[in-house]
């Protein structure tokens, strides 16, 4: 099948801003899922509110759009039915840190076999401009005109520590990346998170002025770096892309239908 099979030809054109990095991200996401082969009948795509939310509505896979927060829990329910799907879940940083942190959290410690990806612009697109856990000391927002005092933190740090057992990051300007992680994180078997720093020029851009939509993708080329590269030992504040953490632990829906089984035997 065709990448362009896998959309929904009705829902165009889309309605995220010009420069806006979602539309990069479902790229990507489309280029890891004609590379895997994967039929559109074997994926179910779950998504809460925002504009990296809407990404579900232009794929024509089986596709839920639900509560603000809750998509990891709607994927919980999906997943435990019908194990032999593949599910995967697109959250913004509000979405699935702010008010979705402790389901994040917890399907982490689970391990259910879903693919979190979060796009990460540091703030609430949809909305119009608030800040997010991910905004960052000093920073503007529509509801911080006179900056920010609320610290960010690591979205894949959290993702590890929480238990997820396939951890990457990348950024827009690394559409490769974008593609070869989202393919990977499929592929785990367990909960695997790819945060993808995407840019929304709209609000964080402009309450910022950080520049255009090239500007802020230019500026993950500059301020990223490979995991354990020389430049991060020079400049620490360089924030490091690639796969933190790839192992194998029992995954949970293999680990239910062992309790099933155990008590069905009555032992
Ligand atoms: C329960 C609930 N609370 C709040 C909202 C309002 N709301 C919709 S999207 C959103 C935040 C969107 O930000 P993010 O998840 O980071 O995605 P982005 O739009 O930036 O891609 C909020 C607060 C809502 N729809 N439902
Ligand atoms: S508001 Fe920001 S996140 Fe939403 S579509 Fe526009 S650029 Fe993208």
Redesign the pocket.
């Known amino acids: 099948m065709a990448v362009k099979d896998y959309i929904r030809d009705r829902f165009f054109p889309h309605l995220w801003c010009p420069g806006c990095g ?1 539309g990069i991200v479902l790229n990507g996401l489309l280029h890891a899922v004609e590379k895997l082969g994967l039929s559109k009948n074997e994926i179910v795509m779950v998504s ?7 990404i579900t509505g232009y794929v024509d896979f089986h596709t839920l759009h639900t ?4 998509a990891l829990a709607f994927a919980t329910g999906v997943k435990l039915s019908r194990p032999e799907l593949n599910l995967i879940v697109p ?6 840190l ?3 942190g402790n389901h994040f959290i917890h399907a982490a410690r689970r391990n259910i076999d879903i693919t979190a990806i979060v ?3 540091r ?5 119009g401009g ?1 800040y ?1 856990p ?1 905004s960052g000391y000093g920073t503007s927002a529509t509801t911080a005109p006179y900056s920010n005092i609320d610290h960010d933190f690591d979205i894949a740090r959290l993702a590890a520590a929480a238990g997820a057992t396939f951890v990457a990051r990348t950024t827009t300007y690394h559409i490769h990346q974008v593609a070869e992680f989202i393919r990977r994180a499929i592929l785990h078997e367990g909960f695997s998170v790819v945060e993808i720093m ?1 840019q ?1 020029p709209t ?1 964080f851009g402009r309450k910022n002025r950080v520049g255009s939509a090239v500007d802020m993708m230019e500026q993950y080329k500059t301020d990223t770096t490979p995991i354990g590269s020389k430049a991060k030992k020079e400049n620490p504040a360089l924030i490091e892309r690639g796969v933190f953490v790839e192992k194998e632990l029992p995954e949970y829906c293999n680990e239910y239908n062992r309790i099933i089984e155990r008590a069905m035997k009555g032992h």
């Open positions: 979602h809460g509110i925002g504009c990296s939310s809407r509560l603000h927060g809750r959250m913004g940083d509000g979405d699935a702010a008010i979705g796009m990460n612009n703030t609430y697109g949809m909305t608030q997010s991910l995407s929304c609000y």
